[in-house]
């Protein structure tokens, strides 16, 4: 199982675009590369998915190099409410059942 | 709004009370999951059901009892909990048990054990 590098904690301020980036040095060749948020005292919420290369949608991209050991989601012009614990996620839900969650990065937006 | 909705929110219980927590998904989706999240900890997987069956119970101590009636109800029946089970429990559900990786997670039950 993909085990995933995250940094603990990220300030950044309102506008600004940030920029994430989790290491997954052993990534399996069926492995998807996900990213979830989560405000507290909620569950997390699914954000963005990919396998290879870029991906973006309304709320934010995801850049992939070829190796696939890395990933970094990149979250355009933020607010205060972009601040929240981000997770990122690398496996595929075979029969084993298992995304390894860590830490993730807290994102603390400022004004 | 997610799709699937937890009963109760929070939840107060003495350790020799026994209780419920329900899970409802409205998304047509043939796996749900429950997980843990302790304070300053990951998330951690605790049993998964895929159309009702359930495939994977990690490791959890027996007094955590699910139960899984239909597609769309998962429940976590609780008894003679400990003070360290106090957790946000969560249920997420997913399309079927292939599914890449998107969860679709409640807003969680918030356990206290005194």
């Known amino acids: 199982l993909a085990k995933t590098t995250q940094p603990i904690s990220m300030d950044s301020y309102e506008g600004q675009e940030v920029n994430i980036t989790c290491s997954h040095n052993?990534?399996?060749?069926?492995?998807?590369i996900t990213w979830y948020q989560q405000f507290p005292s909620q569950g997390p919420r699914f954000i963005i998915q990919g396998y290879k290369t870029k991906v973006t949608n309304e709320v934010a991209s995801l850049f992939i190099p070829a190796d696939r050991k890395s990933s970094t989601l990149s979250l355009p012009r933020v607010s205060l409410s972009d601040t929240a614990v981000y997770y990122c996620l690398v496996g595929v839900m075979d029969s084993n059942y298992q995304l390894i969650w860590g830490a993730g990065t807290k994102l603390i937006i400022k004004p | 709004e997610t799709g699937v909705t937890q009963t109760p929110r929070h939840l107060v219980m003495g350790m020799t009370n026994k209780k419920s927590l329900k899970c409802e998904q409205h998304?047509?989706?043939?796996?749900m999951y429950w997980y843990k999240q302790s304070a300053k900890k990951p998330l951690e997987l605790m049993f998964v059901?895929?159309?009702?069956?359930?495939?994977e119970n990690n490791s959890v101590p027996s007094r955590f009892s699910p139960e899984c009636p239909n597609s769309s109800h998962l429940f976590l029946h609780l008894h003679t909990l400990q003070p360290e089970d106090s957790a946000l429990y969560l249920c997420a559900s997913s399309q079927d048990r292939t599914n890449t990786g998107e969860l679709f997670f409640g807003e969680g039950s918030r356990l206290t054990v005194l």
């Open positions: 059901y895929s159309l009702e069956e359930r495939v």
């Open positions: 998304l047509g989706h043939n796996a």
């Open positions: 052993n990534i399996a060749t069926n492995d998807y």
